[in-house]
Each structure stands twice: as C-alpha cells, then as structure tokens.
C-alpha cells in the first residue's frame, strides 16, 4: 500500500480534485507502474463528462508510459526498472478474442469491480478505463503494459498507448490498406491524424482528410494527408473528384459525431471498407442507405484500439519513430503538471489540441 496524488472526478463535468489516494500493491499477474507522462485523450473527457455510464468517484487516464516499480507473482517478461507503456487493453490470453490475435476485443471481462485504488477511509475509486493513470502510480494487469526502449522520452511513447495504435493500426490492422488504395480520413484529430500517418505508411496513393476546421487540415497535411476537403455540404463529390470520380478504397472515421456515419458510406468505391474508430456517445443512432452497400460489396467494421496486438505492434511503431518515419512529438500541443488538469481538460475541450500530456516530476 502506498500513497499517491491522483486527480479524482467526484461529480460529472465538474473539476477534478487533487486528493492523496491509496494504491495497493500489485497482486498475482499486475505490475505497479509510476507514470512519467499520461496524454488527455478523447476517451478521458467522455466518461469525464458523462457521456459513457461509470461509477464515481473514478480516476481517469489511460495513454501513459513510465517504469516498472513493482510487479506480482507469477509476472514474467517484465521487472522493476523496465520503462513501459500502460494502455488500457486488458486480455486473458486464452478467450476466442485473444487466441485469434484479437487481445483488444478480449471477451474475459476480468475487469475487478474492487480495484487498487481506495481513498484514504478505504471506499473504492473506480480505476478508469481498466488504468487511472492520472496519478503518479498505476497498478494495472501484465497485460496492459509494454517494453519500449530506455531512451525512449517518455512523453512521445504515452501517446503511442491510445490515440497512435488506434489510428495507425485502424488503416494498417483493420482498414488492412494496400499500396495504391485511395483513403479517406474523417477528423483530422488526434486519432485521425494517427490514421492519416497509418495509411501513409501503409502506401495509400491519395489521402484525403476531411475537417470542419480549415487549420486542421493544414496539420493533417504535415502528417500526411495529399488533399484537404472542408466537410461542409457534400464533401464525398470533392473526394471522389479528387480520386479521378470513383471513390475510397477505405474510409476511416475518426469523430465520435453520430451523424458523419450518415454520410460516411457516400465516399465509398465498389468494394469498399468503411472502418468504425470514432465512439459517439451511449445512445446516439446513425441512418444511411443500405442499398449500395450491399449492391457494391463494401464493408462496415469497427476497429477498437486498432485491434492492437502490443507485443506485435508497439515495437515497429516504435522504430518507425526513431526513424523518422512516424511523428509522435509533434502531435504534442501541451504539456501540464498534474496540478494543471483541469486547464489541460478545458484545452482538449477547446478542440485546437492536439495532444495534451500530463507529466509528472520525479
Ligand atoms: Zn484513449
Ligand atoms: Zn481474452
């Protein structure tokens, strides 16, 4: 048992509070992590406002990376002083999931209703999204963690744990994009962007990125975008003219809106793979004509977490960094102490962000 400041939500929508919290020590398969860095994802500000049902009060934060301070019995492959990734993909490893290579879809729910955390008069506090990495110290499941170099900065690597997996490996693992396909990216985001690299990388021909915000599809050109199409009116005519009149090859949705999955199968080519990635909130329908897609075999997928295999995935994304041929801190608008999370909630919020990251002093 040791005690840590993390930031606590108490009420939706409402500041966090810093509070003094105490975390267990890692039990049989867990590994004690103490975060060096942990990004605001999307994902983070949706429970924090509500949008998805959980238990209160709760930590939140879950794209984090740091070093292995503990670690339970039977946990192999990994030791105190190894810097990790902590994400929130828990998997049992021998569920239909997992022994497909699908550990993101994981079916074991071995999701602890008691987890590691409790406050100082022993009530619970709901370990956010399977890590609550807003705080200086995680104990989390061995597999949601990660090896990544030592010299690897601790800031680039956190981002690597959500937003990067689950938009490279949407266009790569899900989207399954060959040299030469035409790709549409919608939101340009920090997920969208992350697809836009991942469909780069994969040797997509054309990429269009669509955005209501003109600057953001500035950026998503620096990461790799070849067109920008402002999404007003009827975008998909000025993609499929920017395709020479046919359509995409694959469609990557990277907003949480409802209604863009309405218009997202009107950009699709004959065969066509629309991939699922943004979550909208618990209750929000879409509509959109079926006709075609049956017509013109196209596919609709949803792609969690990239459908991410971190032993796999994590260290080529990694390399590709090192090379130069990912960007990681550039995807990096702001950087904020713990103390500072409510100003870092409030710029996500503000949509200009890109990533923000909490980083944490030794
Ligand atoms: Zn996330
Ligand atoms: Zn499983």
Redesign the pocket.
């Known amino acids: 048992m040791q005690k840590i400041r993390a930031a606590i939500c108490r009420a939706f929508g409402e500041d966090f509070t810093i509070e003094e919290v105490h975390l267990r020590a890692p039990m049989a398969g867990e590994v004690e992590v103490k975060i060096a860095a942990c990004a605001v994802c999307h994902s983070d500000f949706s429970y924090h406002q509500g949008g998805w049902p959980a238990p209160l009060p709760a930590v939140y934060g879950h794209e984090a990376a740091g070093t292995v301070t503990a670690v339970g019995e039977g946990v192999s492959g990994i030791a105190p002083g190894d810097a990790v990734l902590v994400t929130l993909v828990r ?5 239909p ?2 022994i497909n290579a699908h ?1 993101a879809n ?3 729910g071995n999701h602890a209703p008691d987890g590691p955390i409790t406050l100082p008069d022993g009530s619970p506090v709901h370990q956010g999204l399977d890590a609550g990495a807003f705080a200086e110290a995680v104990v989390v499941d061995r597999s949601q963690v990660v090896k990544i170099p030592a010299d690897m900065p601790m800031e680039a690597a956190a981002l690597i744990s959500c937003g990067v997996i689950t938009g490279v490996g949407a266009a790569v693992n899900t989207a399954g994009i060959r040299p030469g396909d035409d790709v549409v990216v919608i939101g340009a985001g920090g997920v969208g962007l992350n697809a836009i690299q991942g469909a780069r990388i994969a040797g997509a021909r054309r990429i269009v990125a669509v955005d209501l915000n003109p600057e953001k599809l500035d950026v998503a050109r620096e990461f790799g975008a070849t067109h920008g199409v402002a999404g007003e009116g009827k975008p998909w005519q000025e993609a499929k003219a920017i395709f020479g009149g046919r359509g995409a090859d694959a469609v990557l949705v990277a907003v949480g809106a409802a209604p863009v999955y309405d218009q997202a199968v009107r950009y699709l080519a004959p065969g066509g793979r629309l991939v699922a990635v943004g979550l909208p909130r618990a209750g929000a329908g879409s509509s959109f004509q079926m006709l075609g897609v049956g017509r013109f075999a196209q596919t609709i997928t949803g792609s969690y977490m990239g459908d991410v295999v971190l032993e796999r995935d994590v260290p080529w994304i990694v390399d590709l960094y090192r090379q130069g041929r990912l960007r990681l801190d550039e995807l990096i608008s702001g950087r904020w102490t713990l103390e500072q999370i409510n100003e870092a909630f409030a710029d996500t919020r503000s949509g200009a962000a890109r990533r923000n990251v909490i980083v944490f002093g030794d």
């Open positions: 998997s049992c490893g021998t569920c999931a997992c550990p994981c079916e074991a």
